[in-house]
């Protein structure tokens, strides 16, 4: 694969530019906690990012904030595990919870996760989102689902709640349900899963006749999506690409039009992919992943008939890994940067790490990533969620419950 060696940042070479953190006043009932005056962090966390681009704290005091989506009025939903769904407005004051959320399977990595607008949304006012789902005859079984529902005028409430698609079989798990939703250009969703973490289900992610391991891509019905890739007799229709571990980040190229994926490997090999229908991501045949306790290569890193990612860690600060034990970042959410208000970021991938406790920016020229910079390491914040809102900056969800914004 061609993907340059990391290079090292020495810790020194975050310190001195002129850029400051600052902590805004959060607005709004319930946001909990929250800074009053602004407070200089003392370093720059953002080594190397352009002068003037301030981190504030636009809320805190989510319970484990998963995903978010921008309505076109600006005001913000977002997810929690838990499966309660929140309303922000522009300025981050929280408006409450949005009710009719159907209930949601919030067991170990699994609850309310991912959200995203239909593309017809100003019309039709539907959202979708993805959950973790129990078997309805036998509670031990889980799996993926997706949900559709309509949001009321005064995006408050949801009605009509229907799940159009389940992740199956469902199977006896607490891991690695993905999951991402996004939107391609002609209407149809992609559905991000995982293989359910198992050593006995993860083998099942080269399985053509089971969700385990599956980006798909479906219809706002559910149905399997028109130019899905024709993968054999027994094949699920609705599967775009296959081979993965767990699909935590997606989204759509502006340049190409493409899905891009972040993926978690085992012990270090997280991977950022770019699909294209039928094709086999490897996991887990081929990786740069370490099984966790042995530290026994999974696989080789590359087996023809795979596809090796455009990008991947091997150490948890993206330095090249030289031998013993490879580490983590943990992808999450991504997010293709395309505003205007940061014409140096225009392009650039966005990769949020939860273990490697950064913002990832990756500098991507046609199908390829040429540079990458770790961000906001300073920080110390688990990062879930990555979206470019409608006021070109980047919004940011943390484990620890605040959403953060990234800009000018
Ligand atoms: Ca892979």
New binding site residues.
Partial sequence: MAAAAPVPRPLAALVGAALVFMLAACGGGGGGGGGAAPSALGADPLGGAPAGVTLRERASGLAGPWGMAFLPDGRLLVTEKSGRMQLFDAAGGRLGEVSGVPPVLNFGQGGLLDVVLDPAFATNRRIFFSFAEADAANPSLNGTAVGRAVLDPDARALSQAVVIFRQLPKVASAGHFGSRLAFDRSGQLFVTTGERLADSERVFAQDLTRGHGKVFRITTDGAAAPGNPALGAGAQPEIWTF???NVQGAALNPATGELWIS?H?AQG?D?I?RLRPGLN???PV???SQEYETLTPVGPNSLAG????VWFWERIDGSAWTGGAKSSIAPSGIAFYDGTAIPEWRGSLFVGALAGQALWRLTVSGDTVTAQQRLLAPLGERIRDVEAGPDGALYLLTDSGRLLRLGR
């Fill in positions: 081979g993965h571990r993926e490997g090999g991977e992919n991501f490897g996991w081929a990786s740069r795979m596809e090796d990612p």
